[in-house]
């Protein structure tokens, strides 16, 4: 008999199987990353087709299967369907479900990660942030989710929490001016750009996106965080080639 299943979760992806299914993937909060197939629901009056697309969270009910998960039904939440209608931030919300996806593992605990998606989803659709910096934001806040975060709060070397301007992208660590003198790979950053690089490792998640910096740190941070996940993140992103274009 197959062991039904409740879980909270977010659609990561959705892709067509056969002629009218889907085989779609779910962030959760119970079981971590998963795949499950929603049979029929591409199906004009199937009560699957809404709930198995990209950005759908609230809880979802299936079954258990040998390799993957059957989805049975849903009761949503949220659609998120204004993102739709918003460019390019809708691009961007599709490239933080691929980056989360890329992060998210099947049977860890994922609530962190899930929680970042909701209220990141809230942030575009609010309009009052710049995207670079909530996409700055999200990568950064999900590398620390994921164990991976740079060291940015004392010199890796003697360990001084003052003046710290000298990161290290090979030791992933931030460095005082007189240490960062022995290190291979120096890359002077501003103050601001520390600063704000440790209110997004460290804020409450309520408060993450109530900040802003100056066009010249948001450059700066934006060059870190791109030379970071090309260094940790093996995958290339699809989604990253259209918000290249669109540049």
């Given amino acids: 008999m197959r062991e039904p299943i409740n879980v909270s979760g977010m659609v990561l992806s ?22 499950a ?9 199937s009560p699957l087709m809404a709930v198995s697309n990209p950005f759908v969270f609230g809880e979802f009910q299936g079954y258990e299967g040998r390799d993957s998960y059957t989805l049975s ?5 949220e659609y998120f369907l204004d993102l739709a209608q918003m460019q390019p931030g809708v691009y961007y919300g599709f490239y933080f479900l691929e980056l989360a996806e ?3 593992q099947e049977g860890n605990d994922e609530t962190q990660m899930l929680n970042l998606l909701y209220v990141t989803m809230n942030a575009i659709r609010s309009g009052k942030q710049d995207l670079r910096l909530i996409r700055c934001i999200f990568e950064l806040r999900t590398i620390t989710i994921s164990g991976e975060a740079p060291q940015m709060f004392s ?3 003697c360990g001084t929490k003052e003046n710290l301007t000298v990161f290290s992208l090979r030791d992933s660590a931030i460095y ?25 490792i460290a804020a409450p998640l309520a408060k993450l ?19 970071y996940l090309h260094r940790y993140v093996e995958k290339k992103m699809k ?7 669109m540049k």
Avoid: H
């Fill in 14 to 35: 959705a892709s067509p199987v056969g002629e009218y299914d889907k085989r779609v993937v779910i962030l959760t909060r119970e079981l971590g990353k998963i795949t």
């Fill in 37 to 45: 197939f929603a049979r029929g629901a591409r199906r004009m009056k």
């Fill in 73 to 77: 039904g849903a009761n949503i939440k």
């Fill in 102 to 104: 890329y992060f998210g």
């Fill in 155 to 157: 010199c890796m070397e």
């Fill in 176 to 200: 005082c001016p007189n240490c960062g003198k022995t290190i291979r790979d120096p890359w002077p950053l501003q103050p601001g750009t520390v600063l704000a690089c440790r209110y997004i």
């Fill in 209 to 227: 996106y109530g900040f802003t910096v100056n066009e010249e740190i948001l450059d700066e941070l934006e060059r870190l965080l791109r030379a």
């Fill in 239 to 245: 989604t990253l080639q259209i918000l290249d274009v």
